[in-house]
C-alpha cells in the first residue's frame, strides 16, 4: 500500500489549499472592507434612502367591480398628498379621504372616500400614461394647472368631462335591487373621462366641433384610453393570456367598455335573460366605415348598425385600434417573444402611436381616414415605417378608405423634401415667417384660408411638432333649423408638421375645411336639434345633462358645448337594445 498520494487524493488536497486561500483572501477583504465601513458605528440619526417613502398604497377595482375584487396597487407619494391633490388633479370633497398612519389610503368598497381614491388615482394614472408617451407634460384645455375631479356629482348613470367648469365628474345611482353603483369605482369609466380631458389638452379644436370625425374620435380615444389603461395592469394582463390561451383574436373583458353601467341598466331594463352579460361598447367589433348618407343617427339595430350618433359611430376606430394591437401583438409573438412580453410591447407601442398619431393629426376638422393617415405618419416619425403594412391592413379592412390611397400617401411620406426645422422658434410671428418663406414653398402648398401659427413643441426624446390652423364660418339656413335658422358656427381647418429629433420633416398633414365638412355639419346640427341638443341657454345650467351645443343670442353663434356627457340612454332604449340581440342571435342560431 502505498503511503504517497494518488492522483485522485493530489486532486483533491489541491482543491482543499485553493478553498484555503480564497478563505484567507476573503476574510482579508472583510477586514478591509469593514475598516472602511467605520462609520457604521455611530448612533446618530440618519434619513431614509429616498427610494424608501416614494410609494403609496391605494385599493382600487383593477378595471370594473363586475370584473373582479378591489386590489391595491402603489402610486408616487408626490402625486397623492392629503386631501387628495398634487399639481394636476385635486379631489372636490367635503370630506375628502385621509390617509392612515402609514400614508396609504386603503378604503373599503361602498365608502365614499374609496369612490373618491378610485376617481383620483385612475384620473393621475391615465395622466402620467400618456405623458409618458408623450414624452412632454400635457397641458389642460383651460389656463390652469390642475383638474378637478368630483367623485359624487349627482345621481345619474352617467360620467362626464366639462371644460368650462375644469371638472371630470361622476355620478352615484340606485340600481333596483336598492345597490348603491359609483361610476367612480370603473376604472374603465375614469379613464375614459380622463381621455376625453387629455384629448381635449392636446387637440382643444375637436372639442369645439360639430364634425362626425372629431365627435366620433373622442368617444373612440376615450375608450381606447381605458383599454391601454386595462392593459397596464400585470394581474389584468396574465388573466386576460390565461382566459384566451394566449389568443387576442378573442372577444375578452379587456376589448369591454363600460361594463359596470350597462350591467346596472340591465338589471332595471328586464329584458335581460339572468345570468347572461351585454356590454356597451365592444372593441372586438367587425364594424366598418359607411358613407356618411348611408348612416342614420339612431338606427334601428345600433348593436350592429353604424350611426352618426357619436358613441355609435366611435367604434370602427376603436375596433380598428384593437386589430392593430392584435397585428402588433402577432408579429411580436413570430418574432419569437413570449406572450406577456409580446402582450407588453404591443400595448407601449399602440400608446406611443397613438399619441403621436393625434400630435401629427389635423388641428380641426378631419374624418377617420385623415386620423389613419396620421397614424401612419406616427409610424414614418418614430419607427421609420416599421409597422406601416399592419396599420394599411386594418384601416383598408374597416374601409376607411381604398388601399392604394394609402400607398399614396406613404409614398409622399417616403419622398418628402429635406425641410429641416429651426433649433428654435420662440413666437408666433417667427413661426409665421417660417411658414411663408420656407413651409409652403418648399412643400407647394397655396392655402385658400390664411394659416396661423396654433402651437410649436418639442418632447424630451427631441421630435418636434409645429401647427398651423384656419378658420370660416358657415351659416344656417332653412327651416330645418327652426328657430336656429340664420345662426353662425365656425369651422376649423389646419397643418401639421412633425419633426425627428436630427430636425427633418417627417410628416405633413395637411387639412383645410372642405364643402364636405359644411355639409356634413349641417346635417348633424339639424339631428341635434331634432333630438333637443341645441338651446340658447349656456351650458353651467345643464351640468347633469347639458346640450351639444348652444346659441350666444347677442351674437347669433352656434358654439360647441365643452362638455362631454357619457350617458348610456343617449345611445338607444335598453330594453328595444336586449331585444333586438336576443333577436340577432336567435337569428344567428337558425342559420
Not at 366641433?209 to 396574465?238: C, K, P
Not at 372577444?251 to 351585454?278: C, H, K, W, Y
Request: net charge negative; proline share 6%; aromatic share 10%.
Amino acid at each position: 500500500m502505498s503511503v504517497f498520494p494518488q492522483p485522485e487524493e493530489e486532486h483533491s488536497l489541491e482543491a482543499l489549499r485553493r478553498l484555503r486561500r480564497l478563505q484567507e483572501h476573503s476574510r482579508g477583504n472583510l477586514a478591509a472592507l469593514l475598516a472602511q465601513r467605520a462609520h457604521a458605528f455611530t448612533l446618530s440619526e440618519e434619513p431614509p434612502s429616498p427610494e424608501a417613502n416614494t410609494r403609496v398604497q391605494v385599493m382600487v377595482y383593477p378595471q370594473d367591480p363586475f370584473v373582479g375584487e378591489p386590489e391595491i396597487r402603489r402610486i408616487d407619494a408626490h402625486d397623492i398628498r392629503p386631501g387628495l391633490i398634487n399639481t394636476r388633479v385635486q379631489i372636490s370633497a367635503a370630506a375628502p379621504a385621509q390617509p392612515d398612519e402609514d400614508g396609504n389610503y386603503l378604503y373599503p368598497p361602498a365608502t365614499p372616500e374609496f369612490d373618491q381614491i378610485s376617481a383620483f388615482y385612475y384620473t393621475t394614472y391615465t395622466l402620467r400614461m400618456y405623458e409618458r408617451y408623450a414624452a412632454r407634460a400635457i397641458p389642460w384645455a383651460f389656463p390652469s394647472p390642475r383638474i378637478t375631479v368630483d367623485a359624487h356629482v349627482g345621481n345619474l348613470a352617467n360620467a362626464f368631462y366639462n371644460e368650462a367648469d375644469r371638472l371630470v365628474g361622476f355620478h352615484t345611482y340606485s340600481a333596483p335591487n336598492g345597490q348603491r353603483i359609483s361610476t367612480a369605482q370603473s376604472a374603465d369609466i375614469v379613464s375614459h373621462e380622463a381621455g376625453h380631458a387629455i384629448l381635449d389638452g392636446l387637440r382643444d379644436l375637436y372639442n369645439e366641433s360639430f364634425g362626425l370625425g372629431s365627435s366620433g374620435f373622442h368617444e373612440s380615444f376615450g375608450d381606447m384610453t381605458a383599454i391601454l389603461v386595462a392593459l397596464h395592469d400585470d394581474s389584468l394582463n396574465r388573466r386576460l393570456l390565461r382566459w384566451s390561451n394566449n389568443n387576442l383574436n378573442l372577444e375578452n373583458f379587456v376589448t369591454r367598455i363600460a361594463e359596470q353601467l350597462t350591467e346596472a341598466l340591465m338589471q332595471d331594463s328586464g329584458a335581460v335573460t339572468p345570468g347572461s352579460t351585454v356590454y356597451l361598447r365592444n372593441a372586438f367589433n367587425t364594424l366598418t366605415l359607411k358613407p356618411f348618407d348611408t348612416l342614420l343617427y339612431t338606427p334601428p339595430d345600433p348593436l350592429f348598425t353604424l350611426g352618426r350618433q357619436a358613441h355609435n359611430y366611435s367604434r370602427v376606430f376603436t375596433g380598428a385600434f384593437y386589430d392593430v394591437l392584435v397585428g402588433v401583438y402577432d408579429h411580436l409573438r413570430a418574432e419569437g417573444h413570449q406572450p406577456h412580453i409580446a402582450l407588453v410591447k404591443a400595448r407601449d407601442l399602440l400608446g406611443y402611436l397613438l399619441i403621436a398619431g393625434v400630435e401629427c393629426a389635423p388641428v380641426g376638422e378631419f374624418s377617420f381616414y385623415d386620423m389613419a393617415l396620421a397614424w401612419i405618419g406616427a409610424d414614418h416619425l418614430m419607427y421609420d415605417g416599421r409597422y406601416r403594412q399592419i396599420l394599411i391592413d386594418v384601416f383598408t379592412r374597416r374601409e376607411f378608405a381604398p388601399r392604394q390611397a394609402f400607398m399614396d400617401f406613404v409614398a409622399k411620406l417616403d419622398t418628402l423634401p429635406d425641410l429641416r426645422l429651426p433649433q428654435t422658434l420662440n413666437n408666433a410671428l417667427a413661426a409665421a415667417i417660417y411658414l411663408q418663406e420656407t413651409i409652403l414653398p418648399t412643400l407647394q402648398l397655396t392655402p385658400e384660408q390664411e394659416l396661423i401659427p396654433l402651437a410649436t413643441y418639442r418632447n424630451s426624446d427631441g421630435c418636434a411638432y409645429l401647427t398651423f390652423f384656419s378658420s370660416e364660418s358657415i351659416t344656417l339656413q332653412g327651416t330645418e333649423y327652426g328657430a336656429y335658422s340664420g345662426t353662425n358656427l365656425e369651422l376649423f381647418g389646419g397643418l401639421t408638421l412633425a419633426f425627428d429629433w436630427d430636425n427633418r420633416l417627417r410628416s405633413v398633414i395637411y387639412r383645410p375645411v372642405t364643402a364636405e365638412d359644411h355639409r356634413q355639419i349641417r346635417v348633424i346640427v339639424r339631428d341635434l336639434i331634432e333630438q333637443g341638443q341645441i338651446t340658447s341657454v349656456g351650458a353651467t345650467a345643464f351640468r347633469e345633462r347639458p346640450p351639444a351645443g348652444f346659441v350666444l343670442p347677442d351674437q347669433g353663434k352656434l358654439i360647441k358645448n365643452p362638455a362631454r356627457v357619457d350617458l348610456i340612454r343617449e345611445i338607444m332604449d335598453f330594453v328595444e337594445y336586449m331585444q333586438q340581440l336576443k333577436t340577432h342571435v336567435r337569428l344567428n342560431d337558425d342559420e
